[in-house]
């Protein structure tokens, strides 16, 4: 067995930052990782892979509420700008970008002879009608991802011109995820309503089969701009996430690749399997309403912070994995703050007096609501038993993850929920979406003005400037504080493989296939 350690540099829109701390980790039963470059190689083209992933609920970018569908998303569909290993943007359906007018003017030059699925040219037209469609229609979850766009603009055939409300220097890497990801206007005439089964993009793969909760089948497209480096012919997605049966599939043969946790790296391992970790954006968390009683008195919000011991949830939820989280983003991180690296340390006693000033002397009953889906009911028990143990008694109820988006991140109507974020192409927008007034993920919709202004002042900073990170970590520290949401532990990523997979790479924000081989 070799274990391979590298520490890497998170690289955010040309901000560089040393990943304290941070690993990649490649472990096989009988040698070194199946993921490296030459053995992927000498792997020939062709072949199917067999992903174990989470069911999406839709296929449109435009109301694909979950954030780690960005993963099933981004084989459809290619985004404007292409995210790197370190998240940062590159080119993608545009090759080139720049900004005017004092940041109020976003200029990009699209990549000549792009074609969709469909064999419609990608071309500004189709762009325009994208991202009006993101900002305008009905149950779109993307309008807050461009609050910024007063207009698009087409100049030329290849060339579109995003009018501003306000700089927005963090623009090019939204637009890297679901916001900047372009359907064909073919696709769009034929009906909105069909776009969430039937998607058509000019990304590595076209869907052919969609069973909504069972799985997807995808083969390569050949019209995409780089699919010379598309190895695979296809891809299935099997919707599993019962641990022991991706277990037994990766053994048996039936399945070559599974989105995995931290509890489930020691059987791996004792299998024989390949185990790829990386860092991630992801962390696990609680979502809490504070337009709720009692979570409107934020002393409450601090005494459960307070009497979490998210080192005993790492241990028994994420096999050890991760390091305790008060914050959206994860140690070496551009927008991580030191101010608030350590705000909620476990207090027992400390829980116990904020309930009391809070006005629960005797204690508070509280609802919690899981989702009946993977280690979720696990982890809202060991919570449970916590919070009880400083006074606050709960009572469980289970939501069908089919529910989630509907109840947690559109109606809003969840008190109390045990969560998790995968993260956002942006650090800016992934503060926005947590903690901003209209955010997606924060449920009790306040935002005080001071935080508000913090988060404004970061998008008129070129990513590029020493003084982007300072105004990024100040929102981090402000919103930590004041927020209801509570963090419990980071989420780096895990991959369980087989040998018969390669060329896999470590993708901070969202995997990519370039590269990937899977064997006979």
């Not at 995808?218 to 049966?245: G, M």
């Amino acid at each position: 067995m070799t274990t391979r350690i590298s520490r890497r540099p998170f690289l955010i829109g040309g901000g560089l930052v040393a990943a304290t701390g941070a690993l990649t980790i490649a472990v096989s039963g009988c040698g070194s990782s199946g993921s490296s470059t030459a053995s992927a190689k000498s792997l020939p083209d062709g072949g199917t892979l067999r992903w174990a992933i989470n069911a999406n609920n839709s296929w449109d970018p435009v109301t694909s509420a979950a954030g780690n569908e960005v993963r099933h998303l981004s084989l459809v569909y290619e985004a404007l700008t292409q995210l790197d290993e370190q998240g940062k943007a590159g080119p993608g359906l545009a090759t080139s970008w720049d900004f005017s007018n004092g940041g109020k003017t976003l200029t990009f030059h699209l990549r000549k002879g792009a074609v969709f699925s469909d064999g419609t040219s990608v071309d500004a037209a189709a762009v325009k009608e994208s991202l009006d469609r993101a900002q305008n229609q009905t149950g779109s979850v993307l309008v807050q991802n461009l609050a910024s766009v007063k207009e698009t603009k087409v100049v030329d055939a290849e060339t579109v011109e995003l009018d501003l409300k306000q700089p927005d220097y963090g623009l090019p890497l939204v637009l890297g995820g679901k916001a900047g990801m372009i359907v064909s206007p073919k696709a769009i005439a034929a009906g909105v309503t069909k776009l969430p089964t039937t998607p058509v993009g000019a990304g590595p793969f076209k869907l052919t089969k969609f069973v909504p909760d069972g799985s997807s089948t995808l083969v390569k497209n050949d019209s995409f701009f780089n699919a010379k480096e598309i190895h695979l012919a296809e891809v299935d997605l099997e919707y599993l996430t019962d641990p022991q049966s991706i277990l037994a599939g990766l053994q048996s043969g039936s399945l070559d690749l599974a989105s995995s946790t931290g509890d489930q790296v020691a059987a791996a391992k004792k299998a024989g399997l390949t185990v790829q970790q990386s860092p991630s954006l992801g962390l696990t968390s609680i979502e809490i309403n504070d337009a709720i009683k009692p979570f409107d008195n934020h002393k409450v919000i601090e005494a459960i912070n307070y009497a979490i011991d998210r080192n005993a949830l790492i241990k028994t939820q994420n096999g050890g994995i991760g390091e305790p989280a008060y914050q959206a983003f994860p140690k070496g991180y551009v927008g991580y703050s030191e101010d608030v690296a350590n705000l909620y340390p476990y207090d027992p006693a400390k829980a116990k007096a904020l309930l009391k000033e809070a006005g629960y002397p005797n204690g508070v009953t509280i609802p919690i609501t899981y989702f009946d889906s993977g280690n979720y009911k696990a982890i809202t028990e060991q919570i449970q038993a916590q919070l009880a143990a400083v006074g606050i008694k709960s009572n469980l109820q289970s939501l069908p993850l089919a529910q989630a988006a509907a109840r947690v991140y559109v109606k809003h109507d969840v008190a109390f929920n045990p969560n998790g974020i995968v993260g956002r192409e942006s650090p800016l927008q992934m503060l926005q979406v947590q903690y901003g007034a209209d955010g997606l993920l924060n449920p009790g919709r306040k935002a005080s003005p001071e935080l508000t202004a913090a988060l404004a002042k970061v998008g008129t900073v070129p990513t590029d400037s020493p003084e982007f990170a300072k105004a990024l970590q100040n929102a981090t520290a402000i919103a930590a504080k004041q927020s209801a949401v509570a963090f419990l532990y980071t989420l780096p990523t895990v991959w369980l493989e087989t040998k018969n997979v390669s060329g896999l790479k470590d993708y901070l924000v969202a995997p990519r296939l370039e590269g990937v081989r899977v064997g006979k």
